[in-house]
């Protein structure tokens, strides 16, 4: 499945945390290092699964600890309209 992120979407890295700006509400949203990790990879046009790969050999967490969480995080980037 490809993702797309959304155009009204801004974000910016600081050490490995990460801020995104949505501007269509001009919220700020701060991303701990997982999920400033999986944001790039999706700015990058990754695949989700290998997202997903390396996301768990990154954290060194198993692989359905990875899927839950990128999955979960995943449904919540598009409940907030950061993913198309």
């Known amino acids: 499945m490809k993702l797309k992120i959304s155009n009204s979407c801004f974000f910016t890295e600081l050490d490995e945390k990460g801020i995104l700006l949505n501007t269509a509400d001009g919220v700020y949203y701060e991303f701990d290092d997982k999920a400033a990790f999986i944001w790039k990879m999706l700015m990058a046009d990754d695949e989700l699964q290998t997202i997903k790969k390396l996301y768990s050999e990154k954290f060194q967490?198993?692989?359905s600890e990875s899927n839950e969480f990128i999955d979960?995080?995943?449904d919540d980037l598009k409940t907030k309209g950061f993913l198309i």
């Open 72 to 74: 979960e995080f995943i």
């Open 61 to 63: 967490i198993s692989n």
